[in-house]
């Protein structure tokens, strides 16, 4: 005979969310019933929300993004509590809030800490996250069993690492699989370098489930300038030249005619020291061709995750950063 389960998963529960008011006096004030909730789901909720300590990452984002520091006003929990409603309630869960509130976020940072620091990887932090949650609530839905086994945990982890993924958190995709470098950049995807396209490609298929399809081929272009921007202050550094970036100008000023002086000036540099073949200047003019589109939020969110962005070495076993 087997020992029977502390709580029997057959069994409902009625779940009530509520919440604190009042400086002195505090009342509890209940927002919302929730009617026949499985204490088996509820179970599953619980553990992988304590597991993967999202509600914290979540709200130390919105934080930011909201108030532009590390306040707690009420304003800062209500994503969280719409997220936390909607997995209760087994329904579809959202990452546009996430990605419209990506610029704020970013303004809220110096530049050290948002690109030396990495804190824009917060960004992608969150959307694995949000899918790990995503993939809980269909399991849920459609195969209940499958929650308790060993195979289902590992999802999770290839999830939230942008990998296996089943259901997005931006809505329905007109294609499942993303698209190709051709079709994101046309002609100018013969102008990379082997190693750039690799990259590119490796970004591309990461980052296909993170960001609203409507968005992703501007967001796309930007990160590439992001990467390029790296990889052109990385080799003039190398010649013994100090050379930042941004230039002193915070990552979200990164746009324009601002932007592409920047390549002009490293450029610049490494030709005066005859070592401009060192960076590949034959995607210049593509990226001067992009001086309109770099205006927008989409690509400029773009620029700062491209800056940051890094990938494992073949072996699995150890991150290189592109730069």
């Given at each position: 005979?087997?020992?029977?389960?502390?709580?029997?998963?057959?069994?409902?529960?009625?779940?009530?969310?509520?919440?604190?008011?009042?400086?002195?006096?505090?009342?509890?004030?209940?927002?919302?019933?929730?009617?026949?909730?499985?204490?088996?789901?509820?179970?599953?909720?619980?553990?992988?929300?304590?597991?993967?300590?999202?509600?914290?990452?979540?709200?130390?984002?919105?934080?930011?993004?909201?108030?532009?520091?590390?306040?707690?006003?009420?304003?800062?929990?209500?994503?969280?509590?719409?997220?936390?409603?909607?997995?209760?309630?087994?329904?579809?869960?959202?990452?546009?809030?996430?990605?419209?509130?990506?610029?704020?976020?970013?303004?809220?940072?110096?530049?050290?800490?948002?690109?030396?620091?990495?804190?824009?990887?917060?960004?992608?932090?969150?959307?694995?996250?949000?899918?790990?949650?995503?993939?809980?609530?269909?399991?849920?839905?459609?195969?209940?069993?499958?929650?308790?086994?060993?195979?289902?945990?590992?999802?999770?982890?290839?999830?939230?690492?942008?990998?296996?993924?089943?259901?997005?958190?931006?809505?329905?995709?007109?294609?499942?699989?993303?698209?190709?470098?051709?079709?994101?950049?046309?002609?100018?995807?013969?102008?990379?370098?082997?190693?750039?396209?690799?990259?590119?490609?490796?970004?591309?298929?990461?980052?296909?489930?993170?960001?609203?399809e409507e968005d992703f081929n501007v967001f796309v272009r930007g990160a590439l300038t992001g990467m390029l921007l790296n990889n052109l202050c990385w080799t003039v550094?190398?010649?013994?030249?100090?050379?930042?970036?941004?230039?002193?100008?915070?990552?979200?000023?990164?746009?324009?005619?601002?932007?592409?002086?920047?390549?002009?000036?490293?450029?610049?540099?490494?030709?005066n020291l005859d070592k401009a073949h060192y960076f590949n200047c034959r995607i210049l003019p593509f990226l001067k061709s992009l001086e309109q589109e770099s205006r927008?939020?989409?690509?400029?969110?773009?620029?700062?995750?491209?800056?940051?962005?890094?990938?494992?070495?073949?072996?699995?076993?150890?991150?290189?950063?592109?730069?």
């Amino acid at each position: 005979m087997q020992r029977p389960s502390i709580i029997p998963t057959p069994y409902f529960a009625t779940v009530f969310l509520t919440h604190l008011e009042g400086d002195n006096k505090k009342k509890r004030i209940i927002q919302q019933i929730f009617p026949n909730v499985s204490l088996g789901y509820l179970q599953a909720l619980n553990a992988e929300l304590l597991h993967s300590n999202f509600q914290g990452l979540l709200v130390d984002y919105m934080k930011y993004a909201l108030t532009g520091q590390d306040s707690e006003t009420p304003c800062v929990y209500r994503y969280w509590t719409e997220i936390f409603t909607k997995a209760l309630q087994r329904r579809q869960i959202s990452g546009r809030e996430v990605f419209q509130n990506f610029q704020r976020f970013c303004k809220s940072q110096s530049s050290r800490q948002l690109i030396d620091h990495g804190l824009a990887r917060k960004y992608f932090q969150v959307i694995g996250k949000l899918l790990r949650l995503q993939h809980l609530i269909t399991v849920a839905s459609k195969n209940p069993e499958h929650l308790e086994s060993n195979e289902f945990s590992k999802e999770l982890s290839r999830i939230e690492n942008f990998k296996d993924i089943q259901t997005g958190v931006f809505g329905m995709t007109s294609m499942v699989n993303p698209p190709t470098l051709q079709s994101v950049l046309g002609e100018a995807s013969e102008l990379l370098r082997e190693k750039e396209k690799n990259k590119l490609e490796n970004f591309i298929r990461f980052a296909w489930s993170g960001v609203p399809e409507e968005d992703f081929n501007v967001f796309v272009r930007g990160a590439l300038t992001g990467m390029l921007l790296n990889n052109l202050c990385w080799t003039v550094r190398q010649e013994g030249r100090s050379f930042s970036a941004t230039q002193g100008r915070h990552p979200a000023s990164l746009r324009g005619e601002e932007l592409f002086r920047v390549f002009e000036k490293g450029v610049g540099l490494l030709m005066n020291l005859d070592k401009a073949h060192y960076f590949n200047c034959r995607i210049l003019p593509f990226l001067k061709s992009l001086e309109q589109e770099s205006r927008r939020d989409a690509f400029n969110s773009g620029l700062i995750c491209g800056m940051v962005y890094s990938e494992e070495k073949n072996d699995d076993t150890q991150e290189v950063n592109n730069d």
